[in-house]
């Protein structure tokens, strides 16, 4: 009858090479231990022994864990590093916003606060004159109830009446270009319409 000696504890199989579980390796670290950290659900016995396969396939593993741990720190420095380098850009970036000062309607820079705000005055604070429009509905001719159209014709009458009193009053400007200076034109300008050269006609 086999004993448990016989048998690897991983595979099971009996073989003839086996090596207990409290022998080291090359790198000194006990199989035990291996098992331990691979799979620490189970309890290894240290009477437990295991083939030279088995081994191979825990030395790959017990591997791949170690690269796995090491691989996190690593990446703990790496992130480290990035928020070293983050926090360094973004002092830099306070160092340069503390010196510049954007204008948010039109992303102009200054380098004085003072200049920035003139800058807000004079170019983004400007009143534009408000212009009313008035619609031709809302302006309404003025109507007498009782005239009706006559008092819209007598109006239409009185502007003429005007018309003619300021043409009657005009100066004729025009003059012949035979006259020679401006003496020659003034009786034509003080005499008035209906008269050429000082005479009626």
């Known amino acids: ?3 448990l000696d016989e048998f690897c504890c991983i595979c099971v199989k009996k073989c003839s090479n086996l090596e207990n579980l409290n022998d080291a390796d090359g790198e000194n670290v006990k199989y035990h231990y291996k098992l331990s950290t691979c799979v620490p659900e189970l309890k290894w016995l240290d009477d437990y022994n295991i083939c030279t396969n088995c081994v191979e396939r825990l030395n790959s593993a017990y591997d791949f864990i170690q690269d796995c741990i090491k691989s996190e720190e690593l990446r703990k420095q790496q992130i480290k590093r990035l928020d070293d380098e983050k926090l360094t850009c973004f002092l830099k970036d306070s160092y340069i916003s503390e010196n510049i000062f954007i204008c ?3 992303k102009k820079e200054f380098k004085l606060k003072r200049s920035l ?3 807000i ?19 309404k001719p003025e109507t007498d109830d009782y005239i009706g159209k006559d008092k819209v014709i007598s109006n239409i009458n009185e502007v003429k009446d005007e ?5 009657s009053n005009e100066t ?3 003059y012949d270009e035979n006259y020679s200076s401006d003496d020659d034109v003034k009786p034509n300008a003080t005499l008035g319409r209906g008269t050429i050269n000082g005479k009626h006609p």
Do not use: A, F, G, Y
Not at 163 to 167: I, K, N, R
């Open 117 to 119: 705000k003139l800058h």
């Open 104 to 106: 948010n309607m039109c």
């Open 172 to 174: 004729n400007d025009n």
């Open 163 to 167: 018309t003619e009193h300021l043409d």
């Open 1 to 3: 009858m086999s004993s």
């Open 121 to 139: 005055t004079r170019i983004h604070n400007r009143k534009e004159p408000k212009l009313e429009i008035i619609k031709e509905s809302k302006v």
